[in-house]
Every structure is written in structure tokens, then in C-alpha cells.
């Protein structure tokens, strides 16, 4: 089957992007003007109405003497991209001032020209040839295959695959996670056979280990297996309507139990841990819970309330942002852990890795999710989201040393303790995250062509750019190709030598530095996410370019022939040490986001769908 027949393409889900099109004053009052209406009413005008047309047009002139912040930005934007400048866009606002003060320049902002000459406005199908796009999909296609038939052969029904050991392992509860993990992404593929055989574990075992299985963890079992069913049921509509129900009715008893989570918790903020079969929830042994996982629960939460017209799930998830809205903060960033029992932030810990990271992505997301509350009810979200950006660029950006690779570090005490030059593969989500609440999904072109992207967002575009080069360089930099689980960098003040990737060819061998025990590769996705995203958003075919240099390491490095790939334990070291275990997300993400990055624009746009953390679509409400 091939995954442009299949039911998820733009046509079923019905998006309107009028809300954040700008039109200028003096098109709209043009636009009144030219209204049947008013033409039949001022053939009988009388002098009243006379000098109101009069009042009315001199309103119109002030008007149309002032410009829109966006379409200023939008023109500084085009001109910041052709003479390559970074995203400090606000160096220049006595510029910016004096501009203000000439005279009006009516729309259309750009000249087909500008267009047609700047810098991004490049059509990846000119430079590519067609076959060569879809031999890349098929390859990534056939590491797909490749990695679940090691998890059928070794592991099937098992949460992971050990490819070495050639046995499963329950990592995760139990719940089969790969299975559910890796069905949509068998979906878009078009893997008629995979997806069948995955649907038909489901149909016989799922239920019955959601209702027996023991503990599981709260956030991992929802973007991993409740997300999984959701997108599944999603994708699977249509022409396999009464199999997929068995998705949804298994995500409703999966999120019944989960709910347990947040109703036994004092405060908004759920317990971390849940046993299935009890229905009930207690904390993790340390008390507290990580400030990602709580806030990231609310996608697939509120999905399942829409499916089921049951507002329950929404509701209690959407408490837990409800209430982050309500605790300090250090300009918009979190500390990484929370109390369920206080409610309240734990330790100083500010970071966008591990424990912080998808509180920043699902700010945004949620935000997304549901089209016809953004202004009103959760705009607060937005609010939350630009905060924590303007945070991010000013406590936590900064540059390396010698060559300027832009990089985000930690305030591990705090905003008033010292900067940590340290950056967890985990944070290469953000590049995705700011092109997508820069342009909403729109392409970068169009947004600029049509208006609506503001000063702050124009600058999130620019500096999502820098950082998906910067997470790519850290796998450039290293023998194998692959990325490291944590780079430092080397800034004025604190550099530390020998530690490098083992690439010596690199430009950037002296800026990234590599401990030893950072040094392991566990097939993350967070790159590959970002650069899809921002292929789709920037249309700039390099981000095409360095996802093939990545699935080729991932291929040559981690790649057992029995079936499966495997996380190292060293990625600057050759030949490779395999840790025996293939991640869920390696299928569920990794592969995915690969295989639509040399895809079609069509499946899956940006605009009408948001993926889950966990890189499951879900249509926009
Ligand atoms: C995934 O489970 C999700 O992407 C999560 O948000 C972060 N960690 C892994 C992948 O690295």
C-alpha cells in the first residue's frame, strides 16, 4: 500500500490558518468599502453620512501610516537572511525606529523578486532527483523491517529488544512498547504485513496485561503507549474501521488506570508511578516528580477526551498546566523536579535536558493541539512558551570557543549560580519546537509572504537554525558519526583538552567535548526531529543533506545482523562496543521522523497535525 492512499493526508482534517493572517488597516476598511451593501446604501446618502465617509477616510490614511510590528520584522527578516546575520534581530531597533517615521509602504510586502532571490527560498525538488529521494525512504524503510524483525524473531511481546542476547526484555511495565511504539510508523510506511501482525498482538494480549500488569511509569506509558494506540486508531481509520476500535478501547482503559495518577495526588501534580491492575498511584521513592514528565501528559490526554467525548482525561491533565501557570519561575524556565505533595518546585536545577525538556515543547503543543482555544482559554500557554524562549536566549544561549557553535547550557544552581557548558542530546528537540511555534507549521516562506511572524519569532527561527547545526555537529564531530548522550563546550574561561570526538577532520574537534562517560549513543531521535521539522518549515534541502550522513552512521554503526540495531557504548570509538538494547523510539521516532524527512510535505503537514513527544501524530483539534 502506498502511504499517500492512506486516510491521514491533508484532505480529512478540515484547517484554516485565516486566525493568523494579517490584513493591513487599509485593507480592511477597502475591503468594507467594497461591500454590495455599502455601495447600495451611499447611492442615497445625505449629508450626515457624507461627512462620515469623510471621518471615516481620514481614520483610514492614519492608519495605513503605521505598520505592522510583523510586516517590519518580516521585511528586516528577509534582509537579516541574505546578508546571514544571527538572531539578535533587537541590535538593530534604532534602525528599526527610524523606519518607523518614513513614509507608509503599502502591501504587498515583498516583490516577487525578494522572493525569489533570498536565501530560503529553496525548492529541495529542483536540487534532488525523485529517485533518489524515494531510494532513501526505501532505505530507511528497510531499516525498519530490518529492526522489527529482530524484535518478532527475539522479543515479540516483550517492551525491548537485547539484539545481541537475541531475548526481550521489560523495561517499561510489559504493555509490549515496541509493538504499539512502532504501529503508526508501519502505518505511514505502508507495511501492510507489520502492521497486521502488531494489530493482532494487540487484539489478543493487550487488554488483558493492561489489567493485570503491575507498576508503570505515568509519563513514559502515555507518550509511548497511550500515544501509540491514539495515532494507531488515528491512521487506521477508514479502512480498517472496526480493527482499529480495538486501539481506542484499549487507550481507554489504559488512561482509566492512569487517571489514577492525578486523583490520588493531593495537588495537580500526578504521581509519577501507577500499578495498572490496582488502579492506584504513589510517588516515586525519591517523593518527587520530574517537571517533564508531569507536563507532558496533556496531547494525548485531551486527544482521548475528544475521541471519547469524555472531557475527564483533558481535564485532569490540563490541571497540571492550570498550575504551572501559577508557580515562579526564573524568566519563564523551571526547575527540574516537582512535589505532588506541595505542589511545589524542587531544588534550582534549570536545564532543557533530561527532566525539563518536553515541559518546553508541550507548552507550545498543546497550544497547537487545539486551534479554536488559542486565544482565549489557553493562550495563557503561549504566554508561557515565549517567556521561557526569551528565558532560554537570554540565561541559557551562548557560543563556543573557537569556532561559534551556538549552544544551549544548564543553570544547574540556579539563575544567580554559575553556567554549565553542558548539553544533553535531549535538547536537540528545541530546534523543532521554536521553527513550529515560530511559523505554527506554515512554511517559513509562507508565513513571511503572508505576514505573521513577529520580531520574537523570526529570531526563534534564526536561532532554531544555529542549534539544529549545532546538534549536528555533534555527531559530525565524532569517529562513528553518531552523537554523544552529552556534549560540553568549550568557552572563554573553562575549556578542558583531549576530551574530543575522535573526528579529526572536524571544524568543530576543539569546540565540543566529549567525557567519558557521556560517550554513549542510545539511537535518540531529538536530532532527526528537529531536522525534519525544519526541512518542512525552511524547505533549505541541507537539513535533507545531514539526515542522510546520520541514518548512514546509524546504519554502519549500529546495525546486528541478526536482526535489530543496538546502543553503543562509545561513539568515538572504533570498531563500536554495542550495548545490546534497541529502544523503543528507535522505531517509534527515530526511524519515522527519517523516513518523512525524504518524504512528501503532504503527509502529515505541520499545520493540521501535532506530533506527540514521542513523535506520534495526532490531528489538530
Ligand atoms: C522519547 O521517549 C521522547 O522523545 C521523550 O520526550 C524523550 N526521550 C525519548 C527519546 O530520546
Known amino acids: 500500500m502506498s502511504s499517500r492512499t492512506l486516510p491521514y493526508s491533508s484532505k480529512d482534517v478540515d484547517y484554516d490558518n485565516a486566525k493568523f493572517r494579517y490584513r493591513s488597516p487599509f485593507k480592511v476598511v477597502t475591503q468594507a468599502f467594497s461591500t454590495n451593501s455599502i455601495r447600495h446604501d451611499c447611492g442615497r446618502c445625505g449629508v450626515g453620512k457624507f461627512l462620515m465617509l469623510l471621518m471615516i477616510s481620514g481614520l483610514t490614511y492614519l492608519m495605513v501610516i503605521h505598520k505592522s510590528p510583523s510586516q517590519l520584522a518580516s521585511r528586516r527578516f528577509l534582509e537579516n537572511t541574505t546578508t546571514g546575520d544571527g538572531y539578535h534581530v533587537k541590535e538593530r531597533i534604532g534602525k528599526i525606529g527610524r523606519f518607523l517615521q518614513k513614509p507608509p ?216 498546566l492550570e498550575h504551572f501557570k501559577t508557580l515562579p519561575k526564573v524568566e519563564g524556565l523551571v526547575p527540574i523536579y516537582i512535589s505532588p505533595y506541595s505542589g511545589q518546585f524542587s531544588g534550582e536545577n534549570i536545564r532543557l535536558g533530561s527532566r525539563g525538556d518536553s515541559y518546553y515543547e508541550y507548552l507550545i503543543k498543546v497550544w497547537i493541539q487545539q486551534k479554536d482555544s488559542r486565544n482565549n482559554q489557553l493562550k495563557y500557554l503561549h504566554d508561557m512558551y515565549e517567556e521561557a524562549m526569551k528565558g532560554v536566549k537570554h540565561l541559557l544561549v551562548r557560543k563556543s570557543t573557537p569556532k561559534e ?130 526541512h518542512r518549515i525552511t524547505q533549505d534541502p541541507k537539513y535533507r543533506e545531514w539526515g542522510w550522513k546520520i541514518f548512514q552512521a546509524f546504519e554502519k554503526h549500529t546495525k546486528v545482523d541478526s536482526g535489530g540495531y543496538s546502543s553503543l557504548s562509545d561513539v568515538t570509538r572504533i570498531p563500536t562496543h554495542k550495548r545490546d538494547k534497541m529502544e523503543t523510539f528507535f522505531l517509534g521516532e527515530t526511524l519515522k521522523y527519517l523516513y518523512l524527512l525524504f518524504g512528501d510535505d503532504d503527509i502529515l503537514p505541520l499545520d493540521k497535525y501535532v506530533f506527540n513527544t514521542e513523535a506520534h501524530p495526532f490531528p489538530i483539534i
Open 105 to 320: 509602504r503599502l502591501p504587498p510586502q515583498f516583490s516577487p523578486d525578494d522572493i525569489k532571490n533570498s536565501s530560503w527560498n529553496l525548492n529541495p525538488n529542483k536540487l534532488y532527483d525523485k529517485s533518489e529521494l524515494m531510494s532513501r525512504q526505501n532505505q530507511v524503510k528497510e531499516a525498519f523491517i530490518h529492526a522489527w524483525s529482530g524484535y518478532r524473531r527475539y522479543a515479540m511481546g516483550y517492551d525491548e529488544l537485547m539484539p545481541l542476547s537475541q531475548k526481550g526484555v521489560d523495561g517499561l511495565g510489559g504493555l509490549g512498547a515496541t509493538i504499539i511504539d512502532s504501529l503508526d510508523t508501519a502505518m505511514i510506511m505502508g507495511l501492510n504485513e507489520i502492521v497486521s501482525e502488531a494489530t493482532t498482538w494487540v487484539e489478543k494480549n493487550l487488554m488483558e496485561r493492561i489489567n493485570r500488569k503491575g507498576h508503570v511509569n505515568l509519563f513514559e506509558t502515555t507518550i509511548r503507549v497511550l500515544g501509540g494506540l491514539l495515532s494507531a486508531y488515528h491512521l487506521g481509520r477508514g479502512e480498517h474501521e472496526v480493527k482499529s476500535k480495538v486501539f481506542l478501547d484499549a487507550a481507554k482503559n489504559l488512561a482509566d488506570r492512569l487517571l489514577s495518577a492525578f486523583t490520588s495526588s493531593p495537588t495537580p501534580i500526578p504521581f509519577s508511578d501507577v500499578v495498572l491492575s490496582e488502579r492506584s498511584a504513589h510517588a516515586a521513592p525519591d517523593g518527587l516528580s520530574s517537571t517533564s514528565e508531569v507536563s507532558t501528559l496533556q496531547l494525548e490526554f485531551n486527544y482521548l477526551s475528544k475521541l471519547y467525548g469524555d472531557p475527564r482525561y483533558g481535564l485532569e491533565a490540563m490541571k497540571v
Open 405 to 534: 557553535l551556538v549552544f544551549i547550557g544548564e543553570l544547574p544552581y540556579g539563575s544567580k549560580g554559575s553556567f554549565s557548558p553542558k548539553m544533553d542530546h535531549l535538547v536537540c528537540f528545541l530546534p523543532g519546537t521554536l521553527a513550529l511555534g515560530a511559523t505554527k507549521g506554515l512554511t517559513k516562506r509562507k508565513a513571511i509572504e503572508l505576514n505573521l511572524l513577529t520580531d520574537e519569532e523570526l529570531e526563534n527561527l534564526s536561532l532554531a537554525e544555529d542549534l539544529a547545526k549545532t546538534c549536528f555537529e555533534m555527531y559530525s564531530v565524532t569517529s562513528t558519526g553518531l552523537a554523544p548522550e552529552i556534549a560540553y563546550f568549550n568557552i572563554e574561561g573553562n575549556s578542558e583538552h583531549g576530551l574530543d570526538g575522535g573526528n579529526k577532520s572536524s571544524e568543530y574537534v576543539n569546540d565540543i567535548i566529549i567525557r567519558p562517560n557521556d560517550r554513549h549513543n542510545l539511537l535518540r531521535p531529538e536530532t532527526v526531529e528537529s531536522l525534519f521539522v525544519l
